[in-house]
């Protein structure tokens, strides 16, 4: 139904009108006493060999919504109750910003990929910290990224008040320091400056949440040299960070099935889904065999069926994000992955 009926339908639709549409349906489900409950328990099907122990907590399943698709942390409990086994919600950054001007969001159906250019868009770290602290049964993550406005001379205390905020009320926390729509953010991923960002967010999640260490996570682009890629799984594990999230959107455009013109249109921005499938399948197998099982891998990129997700997993990740593909695929998408993942973990033993 949803491929047939109501995509058609959203493709109508510029990609970020569609994307509000959809998010305000999801909303309306949180808001409907029952609903939610409802939904859980039709499409989380309970199967311990779904089952993920990682970053001190239980996943139902290892398959995550990206961050990026709830950047507020408005409706973390009903995407959660449509099979994800967590969400990852942000960015946020330490001041409210609009992000880019529109139309900053694409689609490239013959490639099945997104362009963005969204430029970390959202109310601000402070005015998630409400919704965040709420009891929930969704496994949350944040993820935090730098105020645009904020000279690079300034991240750091501009990450570590986000981190303040939302840290006591995280699952887990990503540093984001890869997306390519904040101008000079990619260069905080360079060992020398990435190195005082983490450790001075690690100060601050101990200094808000001394009883409970928060997990803490960095988000690397896949356009880094395997000698970067190398180098930051080296600095996660002297920092002892918890993980690795690989990979973000990609810069490059080579490859790309759709027309060239279609694609010169949506401009500057990151490339996600498919395109982004191989360079991030190989950052993951180079992380891990940098690292070995010393940190936990969350893998993202070009994810569609469950024996990519598989695959994956077999390569080193602990757990998997999805975000283009859902898209794509729509609302079951996360079911049938955790679904398909489960029986192909069971054929393995």
């Not at 490239?108 to 770290?125: C, E, I, Q, W, Y």
């Not at 180079?286 to 936990?296: E, M, P, Q």
Request: charged fraction near 20%.
């Amino acid at each position: 139904m949803y491929r047939t009926l109501i995509r058609p339908l959203l493709y109508l639709l510029p990609a970020e009108t569609a994307h509000h549409l959809a998010f305000a349906c999801l909303r309306l489900l949180t808001a409907i006493p029952g609903v939610l409950a409802l939904v859980r328990r039709a499409l989380h099907r309970g199967d311990a060999a779904s089952c993920v122990q990682a970053l001190g907590l239980d996943f139902p399943n290892p398959i995550g919504l990206a961050a990026g698709f709830d950047k507020d942390a408005m409706a973390y409990e009903a995407l959660g109750a449509l099979g994800f086994g967590f969400v990852e919600v942000g960015t946020l950054t330490g001041q409210p910003q609009p992000g880019n001007p529109a139309p900053r969001l694409f689609r490239l159906p013959k490639d099945r990929a997104l362009v963005n250019r969204m430029g970390f868009n959202n109310r601000g770290s402070e005015d998630a910290v409400p919704r965040l602290r709420r009891p929930h049964e969704t496994i949350v993550g944040v993820n935090i990224g730098k105020t645009k406005a904020v000279p690079e001379a300034d991240a750091v205390s501009d990450y570590v008040a986000s981190a303040k905020r939302v840290g006591p009320h995280a699952d887990y926390l990503v540093v984001n320091v890869s997306s390519p729509n904040t101008p000079g953010l990619r260069d905080l991923q360079a060992t020398e400056k990435l190195r005082p960002l983490l450790s001075a967010v690690r100060e601050a999640l101990n200094e808000v949440s001394p009883a409970h260490r928060v997990p803490l996570l960095v988000k690397i682009a896949p356009d880094l040299a395997d000698e970067d890629v190398d180098a930051v799984a080296d600095l996660a594990l002297a920092l002892g960070l918890e993980g690795i999230i690989a990979t973000n959107t990609t810069i490059r455009r080579d490859q790309l099935r759709s027309d060239a013109a279609k694609v010169d249109r949506c401009g500057a921005g990151g490339l996600s889904g498919p395109p982004v499938h191989d360079r991030s399948l190989q950052v993951l197998r180079r992380l891990r065999a940098r690292a070995g099982d010393r940190l936990v891998l969350i893998s993202v990129g070009g994810i569609e069926t469950p024996e990519q997700a598989w695959e994956r997993i077999q390569a080193g990740a602990t757990l998997v994000q999805i975000y283009t593909a859902f898209i794509y695929e729509g609302p079951l998408l996360p079911t049938r992955l955790a679904q398909g993942v489960a029986e192909l973990a069971q054929q393995q033993h």
